[in-house]
């Protein structure tokens, strides 16, 4: 499973390097290198590795690359993220203690499956405008336009492909979970802030450690203007940070 690694020059593979992962996986979106100048300012500088993965599901290598994830097969993306994080730690690029990852709407889905079916593995996770009750979700904002994806949960065939991922009835007791930051919008038309709402709440009845932010604009894109972009990818990089550089 191929992914692109952008770090610091000279930077030492000890395991010690903050290091956050991202991707997306899914309806043949092809996430390909780009210039981030934000993330260069406020990570790379700071000493921060960046990893983006390219995971059966999305469009990178043409539609087989996503028919050959999707519906009962879906669980192949989650094993393909979670397969680039532990070859990161492998490397040593990273390690558990500075290992974050970071996902939006499908991302955020791809998030939400990492750290409940692997919380040993991240020490930061950002759940942005996710899909993350994927038992209910076809009821939830314009999820019943994406069961061609995942499946439908009213079908007991294809529930059970649905049910040993679904993020939200997977926050169990008796896990240590990564401290997620679960952030959306009240705006949002695609992936109803409802979401995050349930993830976060969940989180709280645990007794675990969370964060929750949810904005009153900004919509599915996360953000009307610079401003707001700028106070949101703020929150996330502190967050990161104290989470992952220490």
Known sequence: IPYFLVKPEGMVMDGSNPTLLTG??????????????????????RGGAYILGNMRGGGEFGPGWHQSA?????????DDFLAIAEDAVARGITSPDHLGIQGGSQGGLLVGTAFTQRPDLFNAAIVQI????????????????????????RIDEQRAWIEPYSPYQKLLEGKDYPAPFFWASTADDRTHPAHARKG???????????????????????????????????????????????
């Not at 997306?24 to 979106?29: A, D, I, T």
């Not at 450690?209 to 604009?217: L, S």
Request: charged share 25%.
């Open 130 to 153: 996710p899909l993350f009750d994927m038992l209910r979700y076809h009821v939830i904002g314009r999820g019943a336009s994406w069961t061609g994806e995942y499946g439908d949960p």
């Open 70 to 78: 999707i519906r009962e097969n879906k669980q192949r993306t989650w």
């Open 24 to 45: 997306y996986g899914g309806f043949q979106v092809p996430r390909l290198p780009s210039y981030l100048g934000s993330i260069g300012k406020i990570w790379l500088e």
């Open 200 to 246: 976060a709440a969940r989180v709280k009845e645990l007794g675990q450690e969370y964060y929750y932010f949810e904005d009153m604009t900004g919509g599915h894109s996360g953000g009307v203007d610079n401003e707001q972009r700028a106070k949101i990818q703020a929150l996330q990089m502190v967050y990161l940070l104290q989470r992952l550089a220490d």
